[in-house]
């Protein structure tokens, strides 16, 4: 508890999945946060949450991939609150599960749009808030599938080694001005974007199954397995981690 008090936190696609635990986290350790998603019931829910057991927060209707509305929620909740100390760029999709040859131009501009260019627009609407107040945490999911292969979701990989470049080339950019950029990988994580992906391949036990064994650990992760990374990073407590890949996967990538 407290481990966050005094920050205001702005996380992007927090209304489900990894985004509403890193939500309900950050609150719960003392921070201000805006939560903003495309599910606007499901992003109230979150702040109603918040609110019940104490905390504070307001939510904010946002498509991380429109660079006009990123600026005017980022201008709208600095006015709510005051300043931004934290910013958690977790919307993301997984885009078309085809080989290479078989994604079209729109699948892969559309995918981008919101893994790498949502990523950007909202780091660059964050920093002029950041450079004035003298720091800042930007917290950026990347996945396993932003440091290994495997043999599905193309664009996905590419969007996720984006942000992960991106994360280390910002870190470097913004170290002088008290501002730390770190990349988020989590191994499989049970959210509703994998357990569509689990129906959508028929028969979700024996999926699930198969993701499971992929980690050392027997098991998938769960949101919150992440949330508190997402709490590490944007305490004090990694005052001196920056350009970092923090690796919550179950052992994925170790073997
Ligand atoms: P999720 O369950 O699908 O939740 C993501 C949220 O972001 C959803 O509410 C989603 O809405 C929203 N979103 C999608 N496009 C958006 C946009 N353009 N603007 C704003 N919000 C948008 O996903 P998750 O599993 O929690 O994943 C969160 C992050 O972790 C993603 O970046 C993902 O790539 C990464 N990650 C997840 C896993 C995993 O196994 N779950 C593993 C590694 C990395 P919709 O439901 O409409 O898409």
């Known amino acids: 508890m407290g481990r966050l008090t005094g920050k205001t936190a702005l996380v992007t696609g927090g209304a489900l999945g990894i985004g509403r635990a890193a939500c309900l986290r950050l609150a719960q350790e003392g921070a201000r946060v805006a939560v903003t998603d495309l599910h606007d019931t499901e992003g109230h829910a979150v702040v109603e949450t918040i609110t019940k057991a104490g905390g504070s927060a307001g ?6 991939s429109h660079e006009a ?3 005017a929620v980022f201008e709208d909740v600095l006015q709510a609150f005051g300043h931004l100390d934290v910013l958690v760029n977790n919307a993301g999709i997984t885009g078309p599960n085809k080989p290479t040859h078989e994604v079209t131009e ?3 501009d559309h995918l981008m749009a919101v893994n790498v260019k949502g990523v950007f627009f909202c780091t660059k609407h964050a920093l002029p808030y950041m450079m004035a107040a003298g720091h800042g945490s930007i917290i950026n999911l990347s996945s396993i599938y932003g440091l290994v292969g495997a043999p599905d979701v ?3 990989h590419a969007s996720k080694g984006a942000v992960r470049e991106m994360s280390k080339t910002d870190a470097m950019i913004y170290a002088k001005q008290g501002i730390r950029v770190n990349s988020v990988h989590p191994g499989f994580i049970s959210t509703p974007m994998v357990e569509n992906f689990a129906k ?3 028969d979700a036990a024996k999926v699930r199954a198969g993701l499971d064994a992929l980690h050392p650990l027997g098991h ?3 949101a919150d397995d992440i949330a508190w990374g ?6 004090d407590e990694s005052k001196f981690v920056t350009g970092a890949e923090l690796v919550i996967d179950g052992g994925y990538t170790a073997r």
């Open 106 to 108: 729109a699948e892969w």
């Open 230 to 235: 997402i709490v590490y990073l944007a305490s």
């Open 154 to 156: 193309p664009p996905y």
């Open 220 to 222: 998938i992760g769960e």
């Open 69 to 71: 509305d990123v600026r």
């Open 59 to 64: 939510y904010w209707h946002l498509d991380v």
């Open 200 to 202: 959508s391949q028929g």
